[in-house]
């Protein structure tokens, strides 16, 4: 059985420093073999930047999704296609950069 992991908006810097200190004691007590953070309003309420999308997935987080805000930040617009594991919304139109789904 697959164990998935699934933190909702998480919010600003003490949002992430949380996340960041508490993943591995949540990994070993649940088994979670599979971690998606929701990282929209990660950057202060406004969307996420590629640095704080890197510190998430070092920390062990599988994927990353957006959603309305994940344009707020505009370094994530030439990031976004560089790093599959953050996905934008599914349903945004054809050739918004990004991908808004991925299979590991």
Do not use: C
């Not at 649940?30 to 920390?59: M, P, S, W």
Request: aromatic letters at 4%; proline letters at 6%.
């Amino acid at each position: 059985m697959l164990t998935v992991l699934f933190l909702g908006d998480v919010v600003g810097e003490p949002g992430r420093n949380a996340v960041i200190a508490r993943l591995p004691e949540l990994k070993e007590q649940h088994g979670v073999d599979f971690i998606v953070v929701n990282g929209e309003n990660a950057a202060g309420g406004r969307g996420i930047t590629g640095k704080i999308t890197i510190d998430l997935l070092r920390a062990g987080v599988s994927v990353v999704t957006t959603g309305d805000h994940v344009w707020d930040q505009k370094d994530i617009l030439s990031f976004i296609q560089t790093e599959p594991r953050l996905l934008r919304p599914v349903n945004y139109p054809a050739g918004a950069p990004g991908s808004g789904s991925i299979v590991l």
